[in-house]
Structure formats: C-alpha cells, structure tokens
C-alpha cells in the first residue's frame, strides 16, 4: 500500500472513550423521568385483550368521530398484557376479557359488556352439541377422534389461545376445570386467528368470543344449550365472562369521558348490536 | 492554522464518539439480554431449563426442550430444502448459462430476498397448509409447512452467496481441468465445488442463521404446540414463536425466562456467526 | 477409472436435472410475486390509498399505515445513517487496523445476525415500558435503527473502501486536512454505495413485522408525533391476515408491500452496479 503525505493514524480514544458511558447513564435515567409525569391527554391508549379490541376499535372509531381532538390508540397483546399496561401505565387503560386474579385486584376495573365463549367447529362437521365434560376432555388430549362424541371418524385438531390470553383464561376456569389443556394443542394468538383454523380445517374444534362467529364456523350447544343473546342472558349458558375495563387509579379527563360514553346508550347500544351482552341494561 | 486544527480535533472526537456509540448499543442490547436472562438460567438449572419438556411459566415451568427442538428440525429441514436447491441453481448459473442469463437472474433473486416475511407466512396458509391437510394429513399446521417455508425463505440468500463462491474460483482452475479433457460437468463436480466449498458453507450457515431467527412466517404456520412433533406432519413450537407469543404480557420470572431464551437464540446465532467468519477468513487465504 | 456413465452423457443428465431445479426455483419464487399482483392489484384505488381504514380495515384505505411506515421508516434512518456513516468513516480513514476496529467490526457482524423478535424484545422491554415512551413511531424506530446500523455501517465501510487512494493523495498533496478529504473527495465518491445501503435498509424496515409489533403497536390512526403509535403495513398486513377480517384488502395491502420493497432494492441494486462500473 502506498504510504500518503497525511496518513498517520489517529491519536488513540484514551480519555474521549470516558464520555460515553456518561452520556448513556444520564440518557437513560432522564428520559424515564420526564415522561413518567402523566400523559398527554390528547391520547387516550387503550391496550389487551384481543378479544375486546374489535370492540374497543369500533367504540373508538364512533367516539373519535364526534371528539376530532382526541387520538385513541388501540393495541392488543392479550387479557394479561392488558393487566400490564394498565399496571404501568403503559395504556391509560388496560382491556381484560377476564375475571382479575388476586394479585391484580388492585386495579380499578369495569365491566363494559358480557361476552359468551363459543365452542366451534367447522361448518361441514356433524356435530351438534357436546358436553361441557366433552370438551374438557378433548381438550386435554383425552379424545382422539371425533367418533367418540357423535362425529366422523377423523381426528380432532383442537385450537387454544395462548397462555397469556383472557379467553384462555376464561375457558379453563369455566369448561376445563382441573384438567390442563394439553401440549399438544395448536395455538394461535388471537379469535380471528382460531375462527380461520377452524373454518378451513374440517376436523377443527376450537373456542372464541361468540360476538366472533361467522357462518364459516358453528357454535355447538354447550350441555344442551346453544350460545345466544337470550340464553345468556337468562343465565342458562354458563360459559360466559366479563369484559373489563381496567386503569390504575381512579380514571380521569379523557379516560374518563370515554368509559362513560361506553357505558352510556350509545356505547351499550353499539355493543349490542356488535353480538355483545351490554352491561348495563337500557 | 490552529482553529483548522482544533477543528479537526473536534470532528476526530466526534468520529470516535459515533464509533464507540454503534459498539456501545451492541453491548447494551448483549448486556442487557444476558444480564436478564442468564442468572435465570442458573436458578432454575440449565439441565431443567434446557431439557425438560413442560412450558408453562404462570405454573412455574420453563422446559423449553419442545422449543429448541423445534427450532433445530425447522431449520434442519429448511436446510436439507434449500441447500440443494439453492446450490443447484447456483451452479446451473454460474457454469452452464450464458452469462446474459445470469446478469438478469442474479439480481431478480436478490430482490426476492426483500419479501417480507409475513408475506411468505400467509401465502403458506392460504395454499401450503391446505395442501398437506388434505393430501397429507394433520391439522397442516406443521413442521413440513414450517420446513418447507424456511426453505423457500432461504433461497436467495443460498444462491446468492454460492454465486459469489463460484464466481470467486479462478477461471484458471475451469481451464486446467478442461484442457485435460475433462467434461464441464466433471469439472465443476472434481475441481470447482471443491475450490468453492468454504464460501459455499458461508452460505449455508448464513442460510441457517436466517431460518433460525424467523418468526412471523413460522408463527403463521407451525401450528405453535408445546408437545415434541411425532412426525413432520405434527405441529411444533419454535423459539421465536415463542418469544412472539409471550412477550406482550411476560413479567417478573416469565419475562426473565424469554430473555434466558434471547440467550440460547443469541448463542446459537453468535456461534454461526464465528463460524462463518472463520471460513470465509480460510477462504480468502 | 471405473466409469458408470460416458461423461458426455452424464455432463447431459446433470445439466437437465440442474435447468429444472432452476426452473422450479425461479417458478416458485416469480409465482408468489405473479399471484399477489394479480389479487392484489385490482384492489388499488384512489380511496385505497387515500382513505382511512374502516371497520378495522374491512374497508376504507391504507392512508395512515402508509403515513406510519414511511414516519417510522425516517425515524429509523435519522438515527442509524449518521451512526452508521460516521462509524465507517472512523474505521477507513481515521484508524489503523486494530484490535478496536476488529471488536466494532465483530459487534456489528453480530448485530447483524440478532434475531428481530429478539430486538422486540429489547426494544419493547426498554423503550416501550423502562423508558415510558409507550408504543409509539420512536419506540419502533429506535429499535430498528439498531437492526438497521449493521448494513448501514457494512456498505458504507465497503463503499468508501472502493474510492481510490490515489483520489486522496491528490487531496493530501493538495493541502487538504484530514476532514477536508472525507467531506469533499471520500464521501462523494463513496455516495452511491452508501445509498445502496440505505436503501436496502429502508427495505428491511417497510418489511419487518415481528420487531414493529411490539414496539410501534399497532393504532388505526395516522401518528403526528413521535410518540404517537402507528401501525405500518407489514403488520397491518399481518393483522388483516391472521384475522380474517378482509382478504381483499389483505392482498391489496401485500402487493403495495412487495412494489415498494421490489422498487427500492432494484434502485438499490442499480446503484451498485453503477458504482462498481465506474471503479472496475
């Protein structure tokens, strides 16, 4: 290599290197600080379960209408990172399709509207109805066909949410009871994601929000009882929860104004007609 | 004369600040990883982190053999798709077409690297799942979805970093071998492929370390259960996907035992890495 | 030597069974992008484009996640390219090869090969939680500016490599500091590699879905700050596709992906080649 009129190498980082890991630290810990400071109340984020997101958009979408200042960000992640979020502050207000566990019940919470879980299977299967035992039962890998509970003889592909999920939660309180859903199951991170397994797969059986059922897929009847508005109401089927609401502290300003437009009319209405129990009765 | 100095001082230093910054978020990220994850590992035991078979984090559980195996027969399978493929096309471009032909082709497989990944993840729903349910059998979700996905993933890196080992075999070795008769097809076979061998293992790694590292397309596809697969056509959970699937909502140990799982991810990753290094170095010499 | 074939002959097997392995390669890859134009296409419209999403996406347009991945795409490359430029410079013209320059040179090797869920992780533990700044465009685009920084520094490094020596000497021997060099001989001449890499950069950005995910969340609304959350295209795509809530649109959505990626890399890639003409 030619050797150039200018090509001494740079004098070493001895001394200037230092600065650096002052830069960062300070970095780090101012940021935090200045942003902990309550948020501004231009965003309202509202943030877990999947299963409540839809609404939540849709309650959004009609408020954002008729309040142009206010942006409301809808994020999912599921009933537990919701729990999170409100915990931290990440989301002013955290979503929950389920019950609060012990240690969590030091949020604020409010039921929004009450949602049905229905068991699917694939429009073109048999099956009409199952046993709550039944499906407890396959779904802890106890029933490998479907012939033993009144279908074909083809194996049962049986879909359940991820760990962290309200609707999982939810299903194994209500339906599996002491038994654990097993390992072998498919898992898929949202409804939307289980409705599409089961509507393509003939031999699926599966568990999401009943506001989600489409004509691809078909609620079974639960110990006798099909999933609708009535029943639920009349308290006949039993696998229903709650959807929550949840915030740190006592909600304010913008949070506030839009919990009382979702349990105003307006919002109740818009629930219901999305295939929602309201929570408060008109 | 001295402000041009100082001037230039300054900029040395502010150079040298920018440097050391891109190294310093490279061990904040390693730092903090391994920080979160490692002691974890060493609480709950690496024997019963690494080889047990139960994941179930709220219940105090975190075996997560289910998952490294299926990262491992994932990427195997991705590997055993795409290498013979991939290096098939390569050598089909490098010494048996035109070289008209292989100016257009290179880069058209080079741009391919640029679909993104859920891209591939649902095009593999929408014709790759079905297919295997119904001529194959299983729910379709599955490790030959996943295999075949990776595979397909890996392509343009595969052809394109053969083509460069090809390319880089002088054309002086071509010559000799066929000035003593040989046929093109024997010479790539005796003289070439062997010349080319350590940048054509450059590519498979950095084939591997791709396959490895994927997530959205493996989460869309793989069915995502916690059991070891029977066979190819049983679902699997990879390490990704599981990372992708908990994060939203991990704390306290949950969170640590993802980040104890950033570090076996890490660790793979940075020993492909040496690896590729070492013989790319050895092939440059 | 045993033969079991007469070369000539197995030269001719071989070149067949290799053309169709070639040809099925190429087939499957020109396929996926044939069959997402054709579904994807006939969904463009003005209001596709214009419009904001309805219904969750069902209908509507995909304005504010073109607004969001172009917002994080920025952010990203504000922060990475003087980072990464800046750290090419420092390795090629201001140091000696040393053990230093190999340690940057390995950590940013390394960088390279991090999983993106794994920067999720990172990026969603620090950025979005420890520091507060929730999901939002500078949670994501901090994230990928660090997935980003290792092409960027590696294209850079190589492109300023490529310049002649001889092209600083005249500098040198001209009077020219150090300084004067890089801005006015080095980095011009080095221009066209160092947008290859940015290029391929902003690629890898409109692309990734797993690392944004996480960090930027996913709003229907358009950001207008930084600390807005936004959801770019790959994962609205994702989210349209995993949900079943409108093919159509989904389909729309990965064909304006797929242009815009296949666009900027064959710029990209012309950019290379005519950089690598004007120095070979």
Known sequence: MIVTLDSR??????????????????????????????DTSATLTVAGS??????????????????????????????????????????????????????????????????????????????????????????????????AVGGADRPIHFVSREEGSGTRGAFEEMVMGKKDIAPRALVQDSN??????????????????????????????????????????????????????LSRAEPAGSAKAFIDFVLGPDGQRLLGLEGLIPAVQP | MNTKRRGERAVELSLTLIAVSSVAILFIITFFIFKEGLPFILEVGPGKMLFALDWAPTK?????????????????????????????????????????????????????????????????????????RTHLGGPGLSLLAGALILGVMILPTVISISIDALEAVPRSYREGSLALGATTAQTVTHVVIPAARSGIVTAVILGMGRAIGETMAVIMVTGNALDLPGSPLAPIRTLTSNIALE???????????LFA??????????ILNLAATATSRRRAR | MKRLMHPDLAQRVIKALLILVTAFTLSILIFIITYLLLKGLPVFSREFFTGHAIDMGRAGGIFPFIVSTVFLTGVALAIATPLGVGTAIYLTEYTRESRLTRVIRFAAECLAGVPSIILGLFGFVTFVLYLHLGWSIISGGLTMAIMVLPTIIRTSEEAILAVPHAQREVSYSLGGTRWQTVIHVVLPGALPGILTGIMLSIGRCIGETAAVIFTAGSSLMPPTTVLDSGRTLAVHFYILAREGISTEMAFGTAAVLMISILTINVTAYGLMHRMMRRFS
């Open chain 2, 60 to 132: 105090g559980k975190f075996g997560l053999l289910p998952m490294i195996v299926g990262s491992l027969l994932a990427t195997g399978g991705a590997l055993l798709i795409g290498v013979p493929l991939g290096l098939s096309c390569a050598i089909f471009l490098v010494e048996f077409s035109k070289p008209r032909v292989r100016r257009v082709l290179k880069p058209a497989i080079e741009l391919l690297a640029g679909i993104p990944s859920v891209v591939y993840g649902f095009l593999g729903v929408v014709f790759l799942v079905p297919l295997i």
């Open chain 1, 192 to 245: 939307g994601a289980v409705r599409e397994i089961v509507a393509s797969d003939p031999d699926a059986l599966g568990y999401i929000s009943l506001g989600l059922v489409d004509r691809r897929v078909r609620a079974v009847a639960i110990d006798g009882v099909l999933a609708t508005h009535e029943t639920i109401v009349a308290k006949q089927y039993a696998v229903v929860r709650p959807f929550l609401f």
């Open chain 1, 9 to 38: 190498p740079a004098r070493g980082i001895r001394g200037t290197g230092s600065l650096f890991p002052f830069v960062f630290i300070v970095f780090f810990l101012i940021v935090p600080a200045c942003r902990k400071a309550g």
């Open chain 2, 261 to 270: 799982t950033g570090v076996i991810l890490f660790v793979m990753i940075m």
């Open chain 2, 247 to 257: 994060l939203g909502y991990a704390a306290g140990n949950h969170q640590k035992a």
């Open chain 1, 50 to 147: 999947t299963s409540v997101q839809p609404f939540a958009e849709k309650l959004a979408e009609t408020y954002m209408a008729t309040h142009p200042g206010l942006a409301i960000n809808v994020q999912g992640g599921g009933s537990t990172a919701g729990v999170r979020a409100a915990e931290t502050g990440a989301a002013q207000i955290g979503m929950s399709s389920r019950h609060l566990k012990d240690s969590e019940k030091a949020l604020r919470q409010v039921t929004i509207a009450l949602d049905g879980i229905a068991i699917i299977v694939n429009a073109a299967n048999p099956v009409k109805g199952l046993t709550r035992a039944q499906v407890a039962a396959i779904f802890a890998g106890e029933v490998p066909r479907w012939s």
